[in-house]
């Protein structure tokens, strides 16, 4: 599984535009927290279960890039968290999770209802 790597700003505007043809995640990242790790090991998994089909999933490695994901957390109104998910359709944040809540599986049931 591949994720796509967040790490510009102008970035953010790619992943609007997509988000009108095919849902969008965001997955921001600690690399230094060991609940984040866990995190995104359960994504990976999750991709692995055919679930890229439905969604692209950025990353973003934020204590290297701490400017997008206050960017983030800004544009789609959402408090900064980590690990945290961001699933965005239409240009706007329509679920999120954090901590041990992140999963594209539940995630998308969420969404679906």
Do not use: W
Request: hydrophobic residues 35%; contains cysteine.
């Amino acid at each position: 599984m591949e994720f796509k790597i967040l790490n510009q700003i102008d970035q953010l505007n790619e992943v609007d535009i997509q988000s009108h043809s095919k849902l969008q995640a965001i997955f921001k990242h600690s690399t230094r927290c060991s609940v984040s790790n866990m995190a995104k090991r359960i994504l990976t998994s999750e991709l692995e279960i055919d679930n890229k089909k439905l969604l692209d999933v950025y990353y973003l490695d934020l204590i290297s890039f701490r400017e997008i994901s206050n960017a983030i957390s800004t544009q789609y109104s959402v408090q900064h968290e980590s690990p945290q998910i961001l699933f965005i359709k239409d240009g706007k944040c329509v679920y999120y999770a954090s901590h041990s809540d992140v999963s594209i599986i539940y995630a998308l049931k969420q969404i679906s209802k």
